[in-house]
């Protein structure tokens, strides 16, 4: 089993940066599939990015392609989205992830952190 729990949220102006870090606990982090997803107000949680276990492949949302870097550090059992040119659109909470494969479906994700509001003024 996976806990997760994210942290770095906060308020930002449009363009500007945020690094989010989730850090797990149980000895499965290492061997999962990590991601980010984000649900806005009144909108359903859509995929943000996802890395496999080892971290050489990573995926992106379109929109936030260029913008949005996911990595992770097994050794400290965190994931990190460092989140560059943020838009106001940008703006919901976000949750990171385990699967034991990368997956844009945000059915299949077994564990789930609380989440971690990030806002974007214009």
């Known amino acids: 089993q996976v806990q997760l729990v994210e942290s770095g949220g906060g308020l930002v102006q449009a363009g500007g940066s945020l690094k989010l870090t989730c850090v797990g606990s149980?000895?499965?982090?290492?061997?999962?599939?990590m991601a980010w997803f984000r649900q806005a107000p009144g909108k359903e949680r859509e995929f943000v990015a996802a890395i496999n276990w080892s971290g050489g492949s990573s995926y992106y949302k379109d929109s936030v392609k260029g913008r949005f870097t996911i990595s992770r550090d097994n050794a400290k059992n965190t994931l990190y989205l460092q989140m560059n040119n943020l838009e106001p659109e940008d703006t919901a909470v976000y949750y990171c992830?385990?699967?034991?494969?990368?997956?844009?479906?945000?059915?299949?994700?077994?564990?789930w952190g609380q989440g971690t509001q990030v806002t974007v003024s214009s």
């Open positions: 149980g000895r499965t982090f290492s061997g999962s599939a």
């Open positions: 992830a385990a699967h034991q494969g990368p997956n844009v479906d945000v059915h299949v994700y077994d564990y």
